[in-house]
């Protein structure tokens, strides 16, 4: 596995990378590009080290092409909002972004041109898709790919509940049987058809790649999850984030080595602060499975070097990371 490890951080006004250049032993923050609105998601390049994107809310996509460094404002991208972005796994210069109302772009140049996924708001129940605000309207909160098949794609919407395409974005499904205040989704290398999300009422699981789903919210103290995330190569070591709403309230980190049948509180994260920093963001590494980070909401960052077990801050302390913003490059 490679030594040097880069995590890209986005912030409520900026964006920075954290690299280590000796596995994880030390840590140096690079600069921090000031963004003039919160940073929402961000993607690493699975095959491009130095390239990742960031979704930032009303401030549209970015690029970075040298390791977090520097970012480019993809000013091409067609709407001011963007919730989520994708890197596709094979095709290095493809993304998709999600965007409000709940639309999915794509570009296949790099963020240079876009073309909207027209069949995306075709779905029958899209009329339905809304937010508990009058003044804004449904988004695509989170977009997740199949790690078994580039052409599945998974889009979860606040508020409207689950959506999946099988054919690269052409067309899409609503997938029935969970709540449909979606927060997050994600997937395992290990096992494909394992599909996991977080949803404003509790944490869901799929064995079936969506076609069905049961909570697994026993044992949780809390309801309202945030994130949600399975290991790369162990779908049923799960890690949750979770609170009393969507104020954060009360916030609490657990592990479970079931699938989530059962759950284990890790009280190493964001418990030593008072209040209670909430986990908003963790991401396993790429290039070391047994190697997971997660940022809090006042601005630490943790890493574990045994699957989430044990957990220890690393050396740097940013403005915040409430966003909950993080993705890591594969080498």
């Excluded at 709407?79 to 890197?87: D, K, N, R």
């Excluded at 075709?122 to 339905?128: F, L, S, W």
């Amino acid at each position: 596995m490679s030594a040097a490890k880069t995590i890209y951080v986005g912030m409520h006004d900026g964006v920075c990378s954290i690299t280590s250049e000796d596995g994880g032993s030390s840590w140096r923050q690079g600069p921090v590009t000031a963004l003039p609105h919160a940073a929402a998601r961000l993607a690493a390049s699975p095959l491009n080290p130095q390239r990742a994107y960031l979704a930032a809310y009303e401030a549209g996509v970015y690029r970075t092409d040298d390791g977090g460094n520097s970012w480019t404002h993809l000013a091409s991208y067609p709407s001011p909002y963007a919730h989520s972005v994708l890197a596709h796994p094979t095709e290095e210069d493809t993304l998709f972004v999600g965007s409000e109302p709940a639309t999915v772009y794509r570009s296949r140049d790099g963020g240079e041109t876009w073309s909207e996924l027209e069949g995306f708001t075709r779905v029958p129940e899209a009329v339905d898709w809304g937010f508990h605000s009058p003044t804004r309207d449904s988004h695509v909160r989170d977009l997740r790919v199949a790690p078994n098949d580039a052409n599945r794609l998974y889009a979860g919407i606040e508020v409207g509940g689950m959506v999946c395409s099988g054919d690269g974005g052409a067309n899409w499904r609503q997938l029935p049987g969970l709540n449909d205040d979606i927060h997050c989704v994600a997937l395992s290398d290990a096992r494909p058809d394992s599909v996991y999300v977080a949803t404003a009422r509790a944490p869901y699981r799929s064995s079936d790649g969506g076609a069905n789903w049961q909570p697994i919210n026993e044992g949780l103290d809390r309801r309202y999850t945030l994130h949600i995330s399975p290991a790369p190569d162990d779908a049923n070591l799960v890690l949750v984030t979770v609170s009393e709403n969507a104020r954060r309230l009360n916030p609490m980190f657990y592990r479970s080595t079931d699938g989530g049948d059962s759950w284990q509180l890790v009280d190493e994260v964001g418990q030593g602060t008072e209040p209670a920093q909430m986990v908003v963001a963790f991401e396993w590494d790429p290039a070391d499975p047994s190697r997971v980070y997660a940022g809090a909401d006042g601005g630490q960052l943790y890493q574990s070097s045994d699957r989430g077990l044990t957990w220890e801050e690393l050396p740097v302390h940013l403005s915040s990371v409430a966003v909950g913003a993080l993705a890591v490059s594969p080498g």
